[in-house]
T-cell receptor, first 112, second 114 residues
Framework: KAGVTQTPRYLIKTRGQQVTLSCSPI?????VSWYQQTPGQGLQFLFE???????NKGNFPGRFSGRQFSNSRSEMNVSTLELGDSALYLC???????????FGDGTRLSIL | AQTVTQSQPEMSVQEAETVTLSCTYD???????LFWYKQPPSRQMILVIR??????QNATENRFSVNFQKAAKSFSLKISDSQLGDTAMYFC???????????FGQGTELSVKP
């Protein structure tokens, strides 16, 4: 069974640009969650989608948005990039309802 | 607000020895789960063990076990017979609100020495 797939693995952008990250969950998983990992702030929850609806949301500005498609694949978009957005972005999928989250390898985003 | 605290930034243990990683949490929720995840240098987060808050029995998974003290809001991880492959960053996490949102602690970097 294929794991959670995140693309791309690495991205380099400049301030002011926007970026879209993609996440393909494990087959059959309907919940997809996104996290930002930085050395200073650690792991912070961004949002969760379940059956195409945003079910949980973290404390990030509106520049961070996401969506989920009918096949459960999810995308995360960050607009007007700032230097502080440099981070490892992790996606996790689960069956939902407290079942364990399975993580992808992450996308390393660097802002110049 | 839900919080998770890991007070040990770094720990080391000799191969084949036992080590315990500490975690405390705070939540006003009645329905929640607790997890330990490990993140090796390769960076993929891997589930180690899960504990349902409504279960009194401590979870065990091979060499990994937890000591869940609900009243004290404590959730420690014991690793027995430590192996070199256990070297990783370990995160304690709290899930609530249907489980899609994990609140992570700051992590404990564990080094297993030969």
């Amino acid at each position: 069974k294929a794991g959670v797939t995140q693309t791309p693995r690495y991205l380099i952008k400049t301030r002011g640009q926007q970026v879209t990250l993609s996440c393909s969950p494990i087959s059959g998983h309907r919940s997809v969650s996104w996290y930002q990992q930085t050395p200073g702030q650690g792991l912070q929850f961004l949002f969760e989608y379940f059956s195409e609806t945003q079910r949980n949301k973290g404390n990030f500005p509106g520049r961070f948005s996401g969506r989920q498609f009918s096949n459960s694949r999810s995308e995360m978009n960050v607009s007007t990039l700032e230097l502080g957005d440099s981070a490892l972005y992790l996606c996790a999928s689960s069956l939902g309802e407290f079942s364990p989250q399975h993580f992808g390898d992450g996308t390393r985003l660097s802002i110049l | 607000a839900q919080t998770v605290t890991q007070s040990q930034p770094e720990m080391s243990v000799q191969e084949a020895e036992t080590v315990t990683l500490s975690c405390t949490y705070d939540t006003s929720e009645n329905n929640y789960y607790l997890f330990w995840y490990k993140q090796p240098p390769s960076r993929q987060m891997i589930l180690v063990i899960r504990q349902e808050a409504y279960k009194q029995q401590n979870a065990t998974e091979n060499r990994f076990s937890v000591n869940f003290q609900k009243a004290a809001k404590s959730f420690s991880l014991k690793i027995s017979d430590s192996q070199l492959g256990d070297t990783a960053m370990y995160f304690c996490a709290l899930a609530y609100n249907q489980g899609g949102k994990l609140i992570f602690g700051q992590g404990t970097e564990l080094s297993v020495k030969p």
